[in-house]
């Protein structure tokens, strides 16, 4: 069964300082890889996706993630942290042939110091 | 363009009632998914609409159930209230129904059982 995992449930990182935040997914074929973001009180919203082709893809907000076929991996990165990013982090997998169905990771809340 | 909405925002309820979310999807979208997300279990998928067809289901008992307008327009009902129930539940547009789609999220509904 297609399965994805965070490892990190809490990530305390400095304003500034470099980030990147871990997931690992189960599947047996290619899959369409999502990072999404989640503030306090508010839905979900999309940061970057990877479908297919280069393996580093940007996003918004100055994210970026690489996908890694060989680790199984797709982990987020930013390199520079601002106070604005603290929010939860997840990493998510559509599954062809099921349609719009994602799975989710459980999610890595991000703090911020200053 | 308008986000994706869903209505209440916030719902107490008590055990044994039975509960109906709304959610109007970004004009245009046909496919319509419906997610628990609860501390616990994190995210978890609970059906998809598109065209007013149910193409996709998770692992939650028949007391969840949904449907879907001919103008896009979702609902989804929970029966005979539990506990357990209680969670947030997101509901997310997209054009089509496939796992390489973006998938937009409204702000969900924030259902209390008491």
């Known amino acids: 069964a297609q399965s994805v995992t965070q490892p990190d449930i809490h990530i305390t990182v400095s304003e500034g300082a470099s980030l990147e935040l871990r997931c690992n997914y189960s599947?047996?074929?290619?899959?369409?890889l999502f990072w999404y973001v989640q503030s306090p009180g508010q839905g979900l919203q999309l940061l970057l996706k990877y479908f297919s082709g280069d393996t580093l893809v940007q996003g918004i907000k100055g994210f970026e993630a690489e996908f890694k076929r060989s680790q199984s991996s797709f982990n987020l990165r930013k390199p520079s942290v601002h106070w604005s990013d603290a929010a939860e982090y997840f990493c998510?997998?559509?599954?062809?042939?099921?349609?719009?169905?994602?799975?989710f990771g459980q999610g890595t809340e991000l703090s911020v110091k200053p | 363009k308008a986000g994706v909405t869903q209505t209440p925002r916030y719902l107490i309820k008590t055990r044994g009632q039975q509960v109906t979310l709304s959610c109007s999807p970004i004009s245009g979208h046909r496919s319509v998914s419906w997610y628990q997300q609860t501390p616990g279990q994190g995210l978890q998928f609970l059906f998809e609409y598109f065209s007013e067809t149910q193409r996709n289901k998770g692992n939650f008992p028949g007391r969840f159930s949904g449907r879907q307008f001919s103008n896009s327009r979702s609902e989804m009902n929970v029966s005979t209230l539990e506990l357990g129930d209680s969670a947030l539940y997101l509901c997310a547009s997209s054009l089509r129904t496939s796992g390489d789609n973006e998938q937009f999220f409204g702000p969900g509904t924030r259902l209390t059982v008491l």
């Open positions: 599947y047996g074929a290619t899959p369409y």
């Open positions: 998510a997998v559509g599954v062809a042939n099921q349609g719009g169905k994602l799975i």
